[in-house]
């Protein structure tokens, strides 16, 4: 079954700065992968999402690219805050229509003001 | 929009009670919704996917005796935790599926239930 590996499990960076979090995935069908915000103790937020025939997508400070050939995808946020402090989850997503998500175990990232 | 509620919030509850949470979607109907359960400071751990007037599908480990899920509507879908014991402890949240260009999932705001 498709599995996500998504690293680092947990990132600190200076406010500013800028912040990577990487995903893996293994199934060469997955089509669809959102990324999510969860603070604590609220629900998982969709904060961007990437087909699989697009390879860069950009919204304000964060940006998601694609690499299908490498199976691997990954978030970027510029000019960090100390409110993007939260857990990012990656997802990965297959099957048609009613394809289940996959998530990886999440990034807690700190932003230090 | 894309806003889905859940309710209730939190619940505390005896051992061996029932316990009932309703998931709905506010402002659209939902193709598919799907319930997870997480465990603190971990993922997000798919139990069942749901669609209405069809039974749901669990995934494997999880008792679908146990956690019953009814999808009575494009809007609504409960999940009873039945005979409820202090392992069953945890945050539930739902989601539901919108179709814009493919499937997007939305969550609600999660029930955290404390069984004693």
């Known amino acids: 079954g498709e599995n996500v590996e998504q690293h680092p499990s947990t990132l600190s960076v200076q406010e500013g700065d800028s912040a990577v979090i990487k995903c893996t995935y293994s199934?060469?069908?997955?089509?669809?992968f959102p990324w999510y915000k969860q603070e604590l103790g609220k629900r998982p937020q969709l904060i961007i999402d990437?087909?699989?025939?697009?390879g860069e997508k950009k919204d304000q400070r964060i940006a998601v690219t694609l690499n299908k050939t490498a199976k691997h995808f990954s978030l970027h946020i510029t000019e960090t805050q100390p409110e993007d402090s939260a857990v990012y989850f990656c997802?990965?997503?297959?099957?048609?229509?009613?394809?289940?998500?996959?998530f990886g175990k999440g990034t807690k990232l700190s932003v230090k003001p | 929009g894309a806003v889905v509620s859940q309710h209730p919030s939190w619940v505390i509850c005896k051992s061996g009670t029932s316990v009932k949470i309703e998931c709905r979607s506010l402002?659209?109907?939902?193709?598919?919704m799907f319930w997870y359960r997480q465990f603190p400071k971990q993922s997000l751990m798919l139990m069942a996917t749901?669609?209405?007037?069809?039974?749901?599908?669990?995934e494997q480990g999880v008792e679908k005796d146990k956690f019953l899920i009814n999808h009575a509507s494009l809007t609504l879908s409960t999940l009873t935790v039945t005979s409820a014991h202090p392992e069953d402890s945890s945050f539930y949240i739902c989601?539901?599926?919108?179709?814009?260009?493919?499937?997007?999932?939305?969550f609600g705001p999660g029930t955290r239930l404390l069984v004693l």
């Open positions: 402002d659209f109907q939902a193709t598919t």
């Open positions: 990437i087909r699989s025939n697009v």
């Open positions: 749901s669609n209405e007037g069809s039974k749901a599908t669990y």
């Open positions: 997802a990965s997503h297959y099957g048609g229509s009613q394809g289940n998500l996959i």
């Open positions: 199934d060469s069908a997955s089509n669809y």
């Open positions: 989601s539901a599926g919108k179709l814009v260009g493919g499937e997007t999932q939305y």
